[in-house]
């Protein structure tokens, strides 16, 4: 940890119960990330795929 990072007015534990619950992530390559470059984007691109998805689930 270098010096100049300032936790002085941090707080612990701010996002432990969330963590809990569990957590997602997603590393996005920087060519996506132009198109994409929040979690509503990629929620939202993602919930149109999922008729497709089920579409070729369903027919396996």
Do not use: C
């Not at 994409?36 to 919930?47: G, K, M, Q, T």
């Amino acid at each position: 940890m270098q010096e100049e990072y300032d936790f002085s007015h941090g707080v612990r534990g701010k996002y432990a119960k969330e963590y809990a619950k569990g957590t997602n992530i997603a590393i996005l390559d920087p060519e996506v990330v132009k198109f994409f470059p929040d979690s509503r984007s990629v929620n939202e691109a993602l919930r149109a795929l999922l008729p497709i998805i089920r579409n070729h689930a369903a027919a396996r």
